[in-house]
Nanobody, 120 residues
């Protein structure tokens, strides 16, 4: 089985920074796209950023220029550096990965979520 474990959330003042990490472990043959989603209270979950296996990146418009997604393929880990945080960034952040396992299957896995709270 595969597990995604997130860390790095917390409480920060507006204008501050946080770095989220998400490590995948288990019977992993290869990790394809990895990304971060967020869900604020009363809102739908939205894609924040995604990085492909080749390093190509995409961001939701609201975080462009402030957030940076990166990955370490050797560690099966994805990061989200969040700078210039705003109160509207407050949400539970979930990591997501498309993973091929050694039994020949591919599936999408989710982390448990980590709370990010930005105070004004």
């Amino acid at each position: 089985q595969v597990q995604l474990v997130e860390s790095g959330g917390g409480l920060v003042q507006a204008g501050g920074s946080l770095r989220l990490s998400c490590a995948a472990s288990g019977s992993i043959y290869m990790t394809n796209a990895m990304g971060w989603y967020r869900q604020a209270p009363g809102k739908q979950r939205e894609l924040v950023a995604v990085v492909g296996s080749g390093g190509n990146r995409n961001y939701v418009d609201s975080v462009k220029g402030r957030f940076t997604i990166s990955r370490d393929n050797a560690k099966n880990t994805v990061y989200l550096q969040m700078n210039s945080l705003k109160p509207e960034d407050t949400a539970v952040y979930y990591c997501n990965a498309r993973i091929y396992t050694y039994n020949g299957k591919v599936d999408t896995y989710w982390g448990q979520g980590t709370q990010v709270t930005v105070s004004s």
